[in-house]
C-alpha cells in the first residue's frame, strides 16, 4: 500500500485556506466543520454538514476536493459525518473575530436546547458594539442568519444565529 | 415483516413528510404574507428538503437496490409517498400555514427527539441534526400563532377556522401501523402513545396562549401512511416531478 507521504498538520493548514462560500471570511476550519483528517492509501476529510438544508455543503465538499488536488495530493475523498452534529458553539475564537469584523456579529450564547426555544438576547452590534439592536427579521441571506439593525448607529447588520 | 423492511419503510415516511411539506413551503416564495415571512418559509423549507435528503439517501441504502434520494423523490407516484395527510394540505391563508406547522412540527419535534435514543445509529444522528432545526421553526411558529389567535378579531378568527379545518389531520399521526410497533420493538423506536400524551400537552399550552380553544373534532382522517391521498396530493406531486417526468433524467 503506498500511503500519501503528508502530515495531517499540513492538510490542516491547507484547509484553512479554504473558504466558506457563503462567508468568504470564514475558513472551514474556523467553522468547525472539518472534523477529522485521516491519512493512508488516501487523504479522507471528515466533513460535519451545517443546516440539513444548507446549499454550501456540496461546495465546500468540491472545494476541499479541489484544494488538496491542487496541493498535489491526488487522492482525496471527503466523508460527511453527522454526529456529534454540528453546533455554532464549534466556530473558533478566530472565526468569531473574522465575523465580527466583516459586520456579522457573531453567535453567543451557546447553542443549548434552552437557546433554541427561548433564545432572543440583546446581540451587540458589530460595527459600535451597542447592545441596543433590535431584531428586523428572524431570519435572513441564509438559514444560519437573522437580520438587525442597532438602534445607536443605525446601521443594519446580520446575526450569526445560536444553532 | 422483516425488521429492515420496517425500517426503510419508517425511513422513508421520515422523508416523505418531510419532502412533501418542504414542497408546499416552497410554494409561498414570492407570495409570501411579507418579506420576512417569506424568508422564514423559504429557510423552513430548505431544513425540511435537507432532511428529506438525507433520510432518502438512507433509505437507498438500507434498499440495496441502487436508487438514490433523486429516484424517491421524482419517480415514486403519489400513491407510492407515505406522509401524513396534514403536511400534504394546501396553503390557504396564512393561519392555515402556521396551523399546520404547529400541528406537524410539535409531533415531529417529540418523534425526532425520541429517534435521537434509537438503536439504528445513522435514524439517531439524523434525528439529532434535524431535531435542532424543528426546535427553532416551532419557536417561530408557535409566536406566529399566538399572535394570529391573541391579535385582531378577524386573526382570531381566520386562526380559529384554519385549527377547525386541520384538527381533523392531526390525529392521524399517532395512529401507527406495523412499521410504527417493529420499530418500538426491534429498534427502541418512539411510542406513539407516550408522543401523543406530550403532543396534546404541548399544543394546549401553545393554544392557550393563543386564546384558541381546542376543537371538539372526534373526526379522524388518515391514509396517508398507506399512500391513500387527498385529492391536492397528485397537483403537488406532478409540479414537483414534472421536470423529470418530461425531461427524464435530465441534471444541471
Known sequence: MVVVDISREQVLEWLHEVPDPEIPVLSITDLGIVRDVSIGSKVVVALAPTYSGCPATEVIEQSVIDKLHDCGIDDVSVKRVLSPAWTTDWISADGRKKLRDYGIAPPE????????????RNVACPQCASLRTAMVSEFGSTPCKASYRCNDCLEPFEYFKCI | MTKDEALLAYTLRLGDNALILGQRLIELVAAGPEL??????????????????????????????GRCEDDFAFLRDDREFANFLLVEQPNGHFGDVIVRQVLFDSFYG????????????????????????ICYHLRHTSQWLVRLGDGTAESHARATEALGRL??????????????????SAFDGPDLETIEAQWSLKVAAILDDATLAIPDEKWIIGGGRQGHHSESMGFLVAEMQFLQRAYAGATW
Open chain 2, 110 to 133: 417529540l418523534q425526532l427527539e425520541a429517534l435521537t435514543k434509537c438503536k439504528d445509529k445513522r435514524l439517531a444522528e439524523i434525528a439529532v441534526r434535524a431535531g435542532k432545526e
Open chain 2, 167 to 184: 384538527w381533523r389531520y392531526a390525529g392521524e399521526m399517532f395512529a401507527g401501523d406495523e412499521v410504527d410497533i417493529i420499530l418500538q
Open chain 2, 36 to 65: 420576512e415571512e417569506e424568508l422564514a418559509n423559504a429557510n423552513f423549507a430548505l431544513d425540511f428538503i435537507g432532511q428529506a435528503r438525507m433520510f432518502y439517501s438512507y433509505a437507498g441504502e438500507i434498499e440495496g437496490k
Open chain 1, 109 to 120: 450564547y451557546g447553542a443549548s436546547k434552552r437557546e433554541l426555544l427561548h433564545g432572543r
